[in-house]
Nanobody, 117 residues
Framework: QVQLVESGGGLVEPGGSLRLSCAAS????????VSWYRRTPDKARELIST???????DYIDAVKGRFTVSRDDDRNMVYLEMTSLRPEDTAVYYC???????????WGPGTQVTVSS
């Protein structure tokens, strides 16, 4: 069974850092691009970053220069290094692939990130 589990969230002060992890089971990340998303009650889930199967990366302007996405296919893991965190980064963070999200209509539980003084 396909499963995605995000972890590493928590409460941090503005300017702090967190490292989020995304673990997949039931399929391999190897041939997929993997994206990070975030969601708040105020708006729909939004795409924030993607790492391709070849390791190329893309970021939205709001996180560019502060967040870094990476992958470890041997461990079937994807990571999101978050630095210089701002209160506006507060959200539930999710990882997914287009295949799992669109074709299987599956999302993991997400991990809560709260940036506050």
């Amino acid at each position: 069974q396909v499963q995605l589990v995000e972890s590493g969230g928590g409460l941090v002060e503005p300017g702090g850092s967190l490292r989020l992890s995304c673990a997949a089971s039931g399929f391999s990340f190897k041939t997929y691009g993997v994206s990070w998303y975030r969601r708040t009650p105020d708006k729909a889930r939004e795409l924030i970053s993607t790492v391709s199967s070849r390791g190329s990366t893309d970021y939205i302007d709001a996180v560019k220069g502060r967040f870094t996405v990476s992958r470890d296919d041997d461990r079937n893991m994807v990571y999101l290094e978050m630095t210089s965190l701002r209160p506006e980064d507060t959200a539930v963070y999710y990882c997914n692939t287009n295949y799992v999200a669109r074709s299987l209509n599956y999302w993991g539980p997400g991990t809560q990130v709260t940036v506050s003084s």
